[in-house]
């Protein structure tokens, strides 16, 4: 082979890999620069989250927020909402539930200066929607047998909803579409 045609062929096989890198890194590049200097701006910006102090996530949800106890919702936090955030949306499903995905609450409009919803509360200007229970309230865990997940939903959208408060889950979503910039969710279990 002659020389310029081995040099084409290393410099195909070195475009390729360096495709093949680009592609496997979702086309990130990666550069090495010497450290930042003090004018130089990091983005630190943290993801938004969604904790509850009466369980961890993926863990048991205190008996007291369930049918067995008290059936009050439980106390959720919102941490690190963005900036732009106009409202926040929140949904509880269980997947578990024998005749389909249940849903245990729903709510919208949520401020998007709210950073906690306290137990048995609900924010001010939030709207309830309904739930698969047909009533506007939080549907306390009630699974009739088995461990059920509980799934903690918010959204932070980029406006607020034009929604009546007899709206469903179905509703909500479909109004939410296009307008959700981030969301969150916590797991919580409970079984009889």
């Not at 890198?21 to 969604?50: E, K």
């Not at 904790?51 to 059936?71: E, H, V, W």
């Not at 401020?111 to 306390?140: D, H, K, L, M, R």
Request: negative net charge; hydrophobic residues 40%; proline residues 8%.
């Amino acid at each position: 082979m002659k020389k310029a045609t081995v040099i084409i062929i290393v410099i195909i096989i070195l475009a390729l890999a360096a495709l093949i890198v680009y592609h496997n890194s979702g086309g990130r590049t990666t550069t090495f620069n010497a450290p930042p200097s003090a004018n130089t701006q990091i983005n630190t910006t943290t993801p938004m989250t969604i904790s509850s102090s009466a369980f961890l996530d993926s863990q048991a949800i205190p008996k007291q927020y369930t049918c067995d106890g008290d059936g009050i919702n439980p106390p959720l936090q919102f941490n690190d909402v963005p900036g732009e955030a106009k409202s926040l949306a929140l949904l509880v499903e269980d997947p578990d539930a024998p005749t389909g995905t249940w849903i245990h609450w729903l709510m919208w409009n949520i401020p998007p200066t709210v950073t906690e919803i306290a137990q048995n509360s609900v924010p001010q200007g939030a709207v309830q929607g309904q739930g698969s229970s047909g009533q506007n309230v939080f549907g306390a865990p009630c699974p009739p047998s088995g461990i059920h997940h509980y799934i903690f939903t918010v959204y932070i959208l980029d406006s607020k909803l034009t929604l009546p408060s007899y709206s469903t889950a179905e509703n909500l979503q479909s109004a939410m579409q296009g307008h959700i910039i981030t969301q969150a969710q916590i797991i919580g279990l409970y079984g009889r």
